[in-house]
């Protein structure tokens, strides 16, 4: 366990933010710990059922404490948890890195989600597929993170809350308070007032998001299914 002062503590589960505050390597951006925020605590974002989503920096990929004690965080504060069976904790990583050190068997999902020219895209696609195959399992939680926590984090959180129904005025209030506002316009541009235009085909965010979506599909006018359209590109791994 990690320790904590009585202070500490009680701000921590004053709210969803999340310090670990761990006695290890000052190897992320936020120096000796990672903050893991939780986006129902962003203004404009809270109340759209985002409770299970947390954005940080890159977490250690050495030290499983950080992790270990989020999930005993997220367990006590979310009433709909089930005691009698483990957290399930999806990691869609934009770092570039891996982090399948931190691998923790069956209960952990690592997504490796590119992010170089043209994998963007593909990469936020399946993003909200596995989100939206999971979300509804109340000890699932989602963790999204890319290296310093802002930009790419940035654009894929904001992704989520659009389609949760966050007017984009909201996201991009919090896209320049986490420092990644030159991302705003990429947000907006593949968000573009909910059509994503890619590969030839115009796609609504939302029918890729919809319950019970099949990616085996064809979208109308295109031979190619959406897998095949936002396939990943290779060594990329989602559960």
Same mark, same amino acid.
Do not use: F, M, V
């Given at each position: 366990m990690v320790n904590m002062t009585n202070n500490e503590t009680s701000n921590?589960?004053? %709210?969803?933010r999340f310090d670990t505050y761990y006695k290890g390597p000052a190897d992320t951006i936020m120096g000796d710990h990672t903050i893991f925020d939780n986006l129902d605590d962003e203004d404009g974002l809270s109340g759209l059922?985002?409770?299970n989503v947390y954005r940080c920096s890159q977490p250690s990929g050495s030290d499983m404490t950080n992790f270990e004690n989020l999930k005993q965080f997220y367990a006590k504060n979310h009433p709909n948890v089930d005691p009698s069976k483990p957290i399930q904790v999806y990691d869609f990583d934009l770092s570039g890195g891996d982090d399948s050190g931190i691998d923790d068997g069956a209960n952990f999902h690592f %997504? $490796?989600? #590119?992010?170089g020219a043209g994998a963007m895209i593909p990469s936020l696609v399946n993003m909200v597929w596995t989100y939206e195959a999971h979300k509804s399992d109340p000890n699932a939680m989602f963790l999204i993170h890319c290296t310093q926590g802002k930009d790419r984090t940035g654009v894929a959180s904001s992704l989520l809350a659009l389609l949760a129904g966050a007017p984009l005025s909201a996201v991009e209030a919090v896209q320049t308070d986490m420092r990644g506002s030159n991302d705003i316009k990429t947000l907006e541009s593949y968000w573009n007032g909910g059509t994503l235009n890619y590969d030839g085909c115009s796609i609504q965010w939302s029918d890729l998001a919809k319950p019970g979506f099949d990616p085996? %599909? #064809?979208?109308?006018? %295109? $031979? #190619?299914?959406?897998?095949q359209i936002f396939a990943l590109p290779s060594k990329t791994s989602v559960q």
């Open positions: 921590i589960q004053a %709210s969803n059922g985002l409770s %997504s $490796d989600l #590119k992010c085996n %599909s #064809k979208p109308e006018g %295109s $031979d #190619k299914t959406y897998a």
